[in-house]
Nanobody
Framework: EGQLTESGGGSVQAGGSLRLSCIAS????????IGWFRHPDSGREGVAAI???????FYADSVKGRFTISQDKAKKTVYLQMDDLKPEDTAKYSC?????????????????????WGQGTQVTVFA
C-alpha cells in the first residue's frame, strides 16, 4: 500500500523560509492528489495540493503567494516551499494522498477524502 514520510520541519524566525518534503512511496503516485495539511492546536487545515499527473496546484487563501507546492516525479517527492513564514503558520504539517478527482479548488481541503497520511513534521515560527 505504501507510505508517506515528511521531513524538513523546524523552528524559524518570522519572515524566514522552510522547505518540507513528502516522500510518497505509493504505487499510484503518477495519478494521485497529494495534499499538505496542518494541525494547529485545534482543527486541521488544508494548505496546498498537487495533482501529480498534471499541472493542477491548489492553495488555501491563508498561504497564497507565500507557499509553493511542487514535485519531483522521479523521486516520488512533493515539496512545500514556505516563504515569509508567520507565527500563525506554527503547526504540525502532514502530507496525505487522495484520488485525483479531489485535486480541485473545491475539494482539496477535504481531509476525510485523503486516505493515507504521513506522521507529520513540526513547524514553529517565532516572532
Amino acid at each position: 500500500e505504501g507510505q508517506l514520510t515528511e521531513s524538513g520541519g523546524g523552528s524559524v524566525q518570522a519572515g524566514g523560509s522552510l522547505r518540507l518534503s513528502c516522500i510518497a512511496s505509493i504505487s499510484n503516485y503518477d495519478e494521485s492528489c497529494i495534499g499538505w495539511f496542518r494541525h494547529p492546536d485545534s482543527g486541521r487545515e488544508g494548505v496546498a495540493a498537487i495533482y501529480t499527473g498534471g499541472s493542477g496546484r491548489f492553495y488555501a487563501d491563508s498561504v497564497k503567494g507565500r507557499f509553493t507546492i511542487s514535485q519531483d516525479k522521479a523521486k516520488k517527492t512533493v515539496y512545500l516551499q514556505m516563504d515569509d513564514l508567520k507565527p500563525e503558520d506554527t503547526a504540525k504539517y502532514s502530507c496525505a494522498v487522495a484520488q485525483p478527482q479531489y485535486c480541485s479548488a473545491r475539494y482539496f481541503t477535504l481531509a476525510r477524502e485523503f486516505k493515507r497520511w504521513g506522521q507529520g513534521t513540526q513547524v514553529t515560527v517565532f516572532a
